[in-house]
């Protein structure tokens, strides 16, 4: 709650919330503001306080006023994105300095895809360093992408890295670029290991890349122009969305269901738009958790034959499905052996977040293609680090890491669904893999703005979407989910927005 202040008034403590949230992009661009009921309600505080409040922001060119319909956070971006806002002299100026650094450009009429404020969050050492809340050390956000720093933790890390990179290894690695496809000894590693899911591939048509994120812009930045039609599963990663859309992609939309996509759709996108491009996760669906079955696989596959179009899967979360599974051992790249589909995959959901070691395996036509923008995007890839993680995966440390991991996060998955069903919720796909897609009943992106006051941040169901459509779902993290008191909370928030 607000508090009044000889230092600033209630107005201009709001306006500072305010505008640090949608400055750090906590507040997407697009999302609508509470209204000025429910908002004086939610900050105790009188409704005239905050129609001066959104003036301001108005004013400011955050937000714009659309008549008989609310408050809307404006596309904008700032020159000074780490400032913090303390006492009033420093509310006033922010507010001065936003106004002096918005872009004249005309806005979009539709709103950009947005997921910066999910990215954020997940970097932040929690919601509290934009909202003045309690201790992040004491949340655990619901809404992150990746498991707890605590989960990853190992013994066999710093040996690797001692090890490759005692006597000469670190000036070898460290003196000169890497090998343009990546480290020989992680190259091959990769062949090895991708014999578990039926992938024979020669090491000579893998090629490694910063992270997973990395190895689907390359696929893009070669496969795509701008104006392209790109099918892209709904739900889906809002990342990948805010990429395409970045890049100057026409994306379709393709409903998920949990046996994969809905192949009617997409049979008519190919007949109307004739896409370039599938992008998929077969394995652990980001957020539903489904997997894709064997014949949806086979006809996805005949749908690109037929049309020309390529596959890409991304198989992100492998480590986390079990392997000896039937239901999580579908691969398109496997089944086509590599002729229209493109394999990517990584190790910061499993390990070592910050190394940012991905990689693509690749069609034997397409491996010079995608190297060239490689190189022209990166150059080359941390030869020291792609060592270390061979040395991991050959001793067999991942794999053993990576069934603690499993284990523990089978536990957590039992609380955090036990939990949700006790608060009212319910599941709208079968909770698998680290996320959960959870139907809350009430629109969750205004949802996560109150919970922001308690320095807590959601995932919610707009942004998996590509038009950024009102939503009742919303994307749980189960490893930070499995505890009473974020439910009790959410319990709480939803129940006061609902009588409001």
Request: proline share 6%; glycine share 6%.
């Amino acid at each position: 709650m607000l508090m009044r202040t000889r230092q600033l008034s209630l107005t201009e403590q709001l306006v500072a919330r305010f505008s640090e949230r949608i400055k750090s992009r906590l507040i997407a661009p697009g999302a609508r503001l509470p209204s000025v009921r429910e908002c004086a309600k939610q900050q105790g505080v009188s409704p005239h306080t905050v129609v001066a409040a959104y003036d301001q922001l108005v004013a400011a060119g955050l937000v714009e006023a659309r008549k008989q319909r609310g408050f809307y956070v404006r596309d904008v971006h700032f020159l000074k994105p780490n400032e913090q806002l303390a006492g009033k002299e420093s509310a006033q100026n922010a507010i001065k300095s936003i106004v002096n650094v918005v872009y004249s450009a005309a806005l979009h009429e539709r709103p950009r895809i947005d997921a910066t404020a999910l990215i954020r969050g997940m970097f932040a050492r929690g919601a509290s360093n934009a909202v003045g809340a309690q201790s992040a050390a004491a949340v655990l956000q619901p809404g992150m992408g990746v498991l707890p720093p605590e989960w990853m933790e190992n013994d066999f890390l710093s040996p690797a890295v001692r090890k490759v990179s005692s006597g000469r290894g670190l000036m070898e690695t460290s003196l000169r670029y890497g090998e343009p496809l990546g480290d020989a000894s992680l190259r091959e590693a990769l062949s090895v290991k991708l014999r578990d899911i039926a992938l024979d591939v020669p090491p000579s048509r893998i090629i490694t890349t910063l992270g997973a994120t990395q190895a689907l812009d390359i696929v893009s930045r070669t496969l795509l122009k701008a104006g392209d039609y790109v099918m892209v599963e709904e739900p889906g990663w809002a990342v990948e969305f805010a990429r395409l859309d970045a890049l100057g992609m026409r994306i379709l939309p393709v409903p998920r269901t949990a046996e994969g996509p809905d192949l009617n759709v997409m049979a008519k996108y190919c007949e109307e738009h004739k896409p370039k491009l599938y992008v998929s996760v077969s394995v652990l669906h980001n957020p539903t958790g489904a997997c894709l079955s064997p014949s949806s696989a086979h006809r996805i596959l005949q749908l690109a034959a037929l049309h020309n179009f390529h596959v890409v899967e991304d198989d992100t979360y492998c480590h986390i499905a079990p392997p000896n599974d039937t239901r999580f051992a579908t691969r398109m790249a496997a089944l086509d052996g590599l002729q229209r589909t493109i394999y990517i995959s990584g190790f910061a959901k499993i390990l070592a977040p910050n190394w940012r070691i991905g990689y693509m395996a690749t069609p034997e036509h397409l491996t010079e293609r995608l190297l060239d923008t490689k190189l022209l995007t990166s150059l080359t890839t941390p030869a020291l680090l792609e060592r270390a993680l061979a040395h991991c995966i050959l001793e067999g440390h991942l794999r053993k890491h990576s069934e603690r991991v499993r284990t523990r996060l089978d536990a957590a998955r039992i609380r955090a669904v036990r939990l949700a069903l006790q608060s009212g919720c319910t599941f709208a796909a079968e909770p698998a893999g680290l996320f959960g897609w959870v139907e809350t009943g009430i629109d969750t992106e205004p949802l996560a703005q109150r919970m922001l006051d308690d320095g807590i941040l959601l995932a919610p169901g707009a942004l998996f979407n590509a038009a950024r459509q009102p939503s009742t779902l919303m994307r749980i993290n189960f490893a930070t989910t499995q505890e009473a008191g974020f439910w009790k909370k959410f319990v709480q928030t939803r129940a006061s927005m609902q009588s409001s």
